[in-house]
């Protein structure tokens, strides 16, 4: 599969994030391709869309995502829990394209985020190591909808983070910040649970696996697979 490619341009930074794309400089960045199964053509369109857009600016890697979602859940409230095991946005960044010591972002709806630094692919015998952290990262989250509450009519969820560059030196051997002109591997999965609704409460539905939506397709159910990744090509102005 030929990797997606997205150009980021360099924008003003943003000193107050909430979660929401409707402002500048997000209406200056384009949209990427509408998120795929994670097995790309092997399997059927994701029932609900997400894509993502991204800038670069003095202080940080920006990212923005919107996600399509009639039914609001989450459990996860304790950071670095896993957060695979509710509803998730995810981010994998190699900033050298070397295929190691890279990083990985997991965020939930209520904002519960669990970073962690992979010296190696698992493929590879590589250990997750959860005291690792972006250090400065910020992040929020925008609910259209309410949270937990299955009576609730529900559209979806969008979130903004940032990335200071420094978090990012120390995995890579290229530039932190990049040059224009630059190339990062980042990929972005979304994890999506089927849930059903008992005693008035949202449960977890026994039995099907959850979905794995991503924005440059894998050639099988592994993200942690470096080389395969999207490209992220850092643009001036």
């Known amino acids: 599969m030929n990797p997606r490619v997205y150009q980021a341009h360099h924008q003003p930074g943003i000193k107050h994030l909430d979660g ?6 997000w209406t200056e960045c384009a949209w990427s391709d509408d998120f795929v199964d994670i097995e790309g053509d092997k399997q059927p369109t994701p029932r609900f869309r997400t894509r993502m857009k991204m800038f670069w600016a003095a202080d940080g890697l920006y990212i923005g995502a919107e996600m399509e979602e009639p039914q609001l859940w989450a459990t996860l409230k304790e950071r670095d829990s896993v957060i695979f095991h509710d509803n998730d946005f995810e981010v994998f960044i190699d900033p050298d394209s070397d295929g190691y010591a890279y990083s990985e972002l997991e965020i939930n709806q209520f904002n519960t985020q669990w970073d962690l630094l992979l010296i190696r692919p698992y493929r590879e015998q590589g250990r997750g190591v959860d005291g690792w952290d972006i250090k400065g ?9 309410k949270i937990n509450d299955p009576s609730a009519k529900c559209k979806g969820w969008s979130l903004e983070i940032c990335i200071p560059w420094h978090a990012m030196e120390e995995i890579s051997k290229g530039d932190s910040p990049p040059k224009p002109g630059d190339t990062w591997k980042i990929n972005f999965s979304r994890v999506e649970w089927h849930v059903d609704i008992a005693d008035g409460k949202f449960v977890k539905r026994p039995g099907p696996k959850e979905d794995n939506w991503v924005w440059s397709p894998m050639s099988q159910i592994d993200m942690h697979m470096p ?11």
């Open 137 to 145: 990262l910020r992040s929020a989250v925008h609910l259209d909808g």
């Open 20 to 25: 929401k794309l409707n402002k500048h400089p």
């Open 227 to 237: 080389h395969e990744w999207g490209i992220v090509e850092f643009v001036k102005g």
